[in-house]
Nanobody, 116 residues
Framework: QVQLVESGGGLVQAGRSLRLSCAGSRMTFSRYTMGWYRQAPGKQRELVATITSGGSTNYADSVKGRFTISRDNGKNTVYLQMNSLKSDDTAVYYC??????????WGKGTLVTVSA
């Protein structure tokens, strides 16, 4: 079974930066589309960013220009660099792996809290 473990969350002041990491195991990492989603209190889970096996990226409008997703297939890890953080970015951030057949796998999440 695919395993995804997120790290890097925490408390940060507005305007500062944070980098999340997600390490995958029990999977051929390079073949998966990887993504980051987030869920704020009282809201539905939403897409933040995705990166395909070929390196194509997609971002939610709310994070374009501030967040960058990247991957290191040699380390089986996907990253989310978050700059210019806002209080609206406060959420639990989940790592997602989508297999070539379309099966989704999720990590347990890491909490990001942005203070004003």
């Amino acid at each position: 079974q695919v395993q995804l473990v997120e790290s890097g969350g925490g408390l940060v002041q507005a305007g500062r930066s944070l980098r999340l990491s997600c390490a995958g195991s029990r999977m051929t990492f390079s073949r998966y589309t990887m993504g980051w989603y987030r869920q704020a209190p009282g809201k539905q889970r939403e897409l933040v960013a995705t990166i395909t096996s070929g390196g194509s990226t997609n971002y939610a409008d709310s994070v374009k220009g501030r967040f960058t997703i990247s991957r290191d297939n040699g380390k089986n890890t996907v990253y989310l660099q978050m700059n210019s953080l806002k209080s609206d970015d406060t959420a639990v951030y989940y790592c997602n792996a989508k297999s070539p057949l379309g099966t989704d796998f999720w990590g347990k999440g890491t909490l990001v809290t942005v203070s004003a």
